[in-house]
């Protein structure tokens, strides 16, 4: 983890799990993530949490995009845990907006796995996630220059 990255700025919990952005625009955030220790619950599958942690950071950065970088804020998260995803699994995560208004955004999250092993095509969907968000809120002094990094993130995948 290098402090100064692009990625441990933009999400700080998930890139410390290990997770890696591979899209991200105003129509699509995509990214993944290999199931390690530090994922899993006390049965060796995928925390929980940290699907809800994905939904969360896809949903959000998407959004800000979305609104041209205003500040965002996730405002109600619905998840289903479908299948575990196991220790060692590879998983893919998706997103995409269902509606992008002008004070409110809603994303749809899906969390794919696979063998490492295995081809893509036979991926199974771990997870389904709804986020809300409200956008257009103020910028705080302290955090003035969040949109330019999210800008500088976008710009440097
Ligand atoms: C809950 C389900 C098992 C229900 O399955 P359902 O009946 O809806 O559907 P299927 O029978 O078609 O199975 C779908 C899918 O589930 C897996 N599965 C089914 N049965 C079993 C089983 N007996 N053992 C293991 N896995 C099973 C299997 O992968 C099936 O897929 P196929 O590809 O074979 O079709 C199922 O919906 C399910 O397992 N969902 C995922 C649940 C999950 O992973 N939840 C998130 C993690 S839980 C968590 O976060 C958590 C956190 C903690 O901190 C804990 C602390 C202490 C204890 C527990 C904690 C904890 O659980």
């Keep these: 983890m290098d402090p100064k990255s692009p990625e441990f700025i933009i999400d700080q919990p998930l890139n410390s799990l290990g997770f890696v952005f591979e899209d991200l625009s105003a129509t699509r955030v995509s990214g993944h993530l290999t199931v390690t220790e530090k994922c899993c619950q006390p049965f060796k599958v995928l925390h929980g949490g940290v699907s809800a942690l994905i939904a969360e950071g896809l949903a959000s950065l ?5 609104s041209n970088y205003k500040r965002v804020a ?3 998260l619905s998840i289903h845990h479908l299948r575990p995803a196991a220790l060692g699994d590879f998983v ?3 997103s995409f907006p ?5 004070s409110i955004q809603v994303w749809e999250v899906r969390l794919w796995k696979t063998k490492k092993t295995e081809k893509p095509e036979n991926r199974k969907m771990v997870s389904t996630s709804r986020v809300t968000l409200f956008c257009g809120l103020p910028i705080p002094d302290h955090v ?3 949109p330019g990094q999210v800008k500088n993130f976008v710009s440097k995948l």
């Excluded at 998407?62 to 979305?66: E, F, L, M, N, Y």
């Design 62 to 66: 998407g959004a800000a995009v979305a």
């Design 98 to 102: 269902v509606s992008v208004g002008k």
């Design 74 to 76: 996730g405002i109600h």
């Design 144 to 146: 003035k220059g969040a």
């Design 92 to 94: 893919f995560a998706e």
